[in-house]
């Protein structure tokens, strides 16, 4: 485990929205970005010459698009953001999805007014681990959305369950915690061992000590 320095010196809150989608949605981009100067979207496309390309607030990606490839998807857009240059002062992203997320205007101010210790890893709701067989659903919520010709159709998550962030509601994330997320992820076969990408970011933090705080609703997720 790399053993990170924590940056105590207190600095004005700079966030960014990162809206995930993919290209065959890309009829819902132009109203997306109108909602919010302060926000992006990004997607997949295998075809890019380098790892990122980022044009007019869609960050391409250098991965697939589809359901079963979220997981390499969310890291590559932390690890792009980490380095491209323009987003060299966000200190914070707050991540929400493209068709079932509702979110207006004033986000950036409501994001700003969240109340927590931290504000490392904070998100609407807030999951338990899964450790019951009555749990093994979550293990096959996947099914039926990846492609036939992905490792993971019909195949269980068998993987640790930590306290998570659910991502169709939403969860913000600090600079500190989307080092760590990049250095941790790099070092693994993401598609092999992820197929949900927020219960992917409850595991990697878990192991920094990092546990997700309960926000208010600021946000329309997928589950309320």
Same mark, same amino acid.
């Given at each position: 485990?790399?053993?990170? %320095?924590?940056?105590?010196k207190k600095?004005?809150?700079?966030?960014?929205?990162?809206?995930?989608s993919c290209?065959?949605?890309?009829?819902?981009? #132009? %109203?997306?970005?109108?909602?919010?100067?302060?926000?992006?979207?990004?997607?997949?496309?295998? !075809?890019?010459?380098?790892?990122? $390309?980022? &044009?007019?607030r869609i960050?391409?990606?250098?991965?697939?698009?589809?359901? #079963?490839?979220?997981?390499?998807?969310?890291?590559?857009?932390?690890?792009?953001?980490?380095?491209?240059?323009?987003?060299?002062?966000?200190?914070?992203?707050? !991540?929400?999805?493209?068709?079932?997320?509702?979110?207006?205007? #004033?986000?950036?101010?409501?994001?700003?007014?969240? +109340?927590?210790?931290? +504000?490392?890893?904070?998100?609407? !709701?807030?999951?338990?681990?899964?450790?019951?067989?009555?749990?093994? $659903?979550? &293990? +096959?919520?996947?099914?039926?959305?990846?492609?036939?010709?992905?490792?993971?159709?019909?195949?269980?998550?068998?993987? %640790?369950? &930590?306290?998570?962030?659910?991502?169709?509601?939403?969860?913000?994330?600090?600079?500190?915690?989307?080092?760590?997320?990049?250095?941790?992820? !790099?070092?693994?076969?993401?598609?092999?061992?992820?197929?949900?990408?927020?219960?992917?970011?409850?595991?990697? $933090?878990? %192991?920094?000590?990092?546990?997700?705080?309960?926000?208010?609703?600021?946000?329309?997720? #997928?589950?309320?």
């Amino acid at each position: 485990m790399y053993m990170w %320095k924590i940056n105590n010196k207190k600095k004005n809150m700079n966030p960014l929205i990162v809206i995930l989608s993919c290209q065959k949605n890309a009829n819902l981009w #132009d %109203k997306l970005k109108a909602k919010n100067p302060n926000s992006i979207i990004f997607c997949g496309d295998p !075809k890019l010459s380098s790892n990122y $390309l980022i &044009r007019d607030r869609i960050l391409y990606l250098k991965c697939e698009d589809t359901y #079963d490839h979220l997981p390499n998807k969310i890291y590559m857009m932390i690890s792009a953001i980490l380095e491209i240059e323009m987003f060299s002062t966000i200190t914070h992203i707050f !991540k929400i999805d493209d068709h079932d997320t509702k979110f207006d205007k #004033d986000l950036i101010n409501k994001i700003k007014d969240i +109340k927590s210790t931290t +504000k490392n890893y904070c998100g609407q !709701k807030v999951s338990s681990s899964v450790t019951s067989n009555e749990a093994w $659903l979550c &293990r +096959k919520y996947h099914y039926n959305k990846c492609p036939v010709t992905s490792i993971w159709h019909n195949k269980p998550y068998l993987g %640790k369950y &930590r306290t998570w962030c659910d991502g169709g509601c939403g969860y913000l994330l600090s600079r500190y915690a989307m080092k760590i997320i990049s250095f941790e992820l !790099k070092q693994i076969n993401i598609y092999e061992n992820h197929i949900y990408e927020d219960v992917m970011i409850g595991n990697t $933090l878990y %192991k920094y000590n990092i546990e997700p705080e309960k926000i208010d609703n600021i946000i329309v997720g #997928d589950k309320f």
